[in-house]
């Protein structure tokens, strides 16, 4: 199925796989990616890293930097590859996501988030979405998020795998109960190869759409926050199995 310039097959599967397309109500403030990535704004364009950590901190009343940019960029990375994985899987094809095509405004929450300004068909295989969301994105972000924040490395590995495995396992969701046993299958060849991939490989312990990994995202400092499902801790660090279990 050839990708159409809406991407409407995306709707269904509910806000963060849709991406819309064209410009956004931001219009011209919010910057391209790339240019977030470089730090590289001009004229009204928005420092929109710095404004999605800020929003993340005033949500979750969260005051760490460094917990903020973890969570802000585990949040931009599931909607990237919801949105790449779900075309692979639908349409066999994926849209070009080069950072300098997709806009983001730091303060809206998908789908309103992301606009792509023109949809460029390119192939659906593993490779193709590991170029278009791994290295084009994600390697970059997490550079500027380990160099402002000081956010490890190994923590924002571990971030992308897991909102890979969470748009996958969703994606699985969705395909099964809609007898899209083509869409499962697709999706979860893909998300093996990627999970290869060495950026992501040892990351984390993977059975079927379950994935447990090797490292934590911070979500436990958040207050009231606890440890996420597939965390590496069983419960947040620092506290006693009893006081976990009240």
């Given amino acids: 199925m050839e990708l159409d310039p809406g991407l409407t097959a995306l709707r269904p599967l509910g806000g963060f796989f849709v991406l ?3 410009v956004g109500p931001a219009g011209p403030t919010a910057p391209p990616l790339d240019r977030t990535y470089a730090g590289e704004l001009t004229g009204v364009q928005t420092d929109a890293l710095a404004d999605r950590i800020g929003v993340v901190a005033d949500r979750l009343r969260v005051r760490e930097p460094r917990v903020c940019a973890s969570l802000a960029q585990q949040g931009l990375a599931a909607r990237l590859w919801s949105a790449a994985l779900g075309c692979a899987a639908l349409y066999g094809r994926v849209p070009d996501l080069a950072p300098r095509l997709l806009r983001w405004d730091a303060a809206a929450t998908a789908p309103d988030d992301l606009w792509l300004a023109e949809v460029r068909p390119l192939p659906g295989d593993a490779d193709t979405l590991a170029d278009t969301v791994l290295h084009s994105h994600l390697q970059p972000l997490g550079q500027a998020l380990t160099r402002r924040y000081g956010v490890a490395p190994g923590l924002l590995r571990g971030n992308a795998a897991s909102a890979l495995a969470g748009a996958a396992r969703q994606l699985d969701h969705w395909a099964r109960g809609n007898a899209r046993a083509d869409v499962a299958e697709r999706a979860a060849a893909l998300t093996d190869s990627l999970f290869a991939h060495p950026l992501l490989s040892g990351t984390g312990a ?24 597939d965390c590496c801790f069983t419960r947040p660090p620092g506290s006693s199995p009893r006081a976990a279990s009240e």
């Fill in 20 to 22: 819309r397309t064209g």
């Fill in 206 to 229: 993977r059975s079927g759409t379950r994935f447990r990994r090797r490292s934590c995202c911070l979500y436990y400092r958040v207050p009231g926050g606890g440890v996420c499902g």
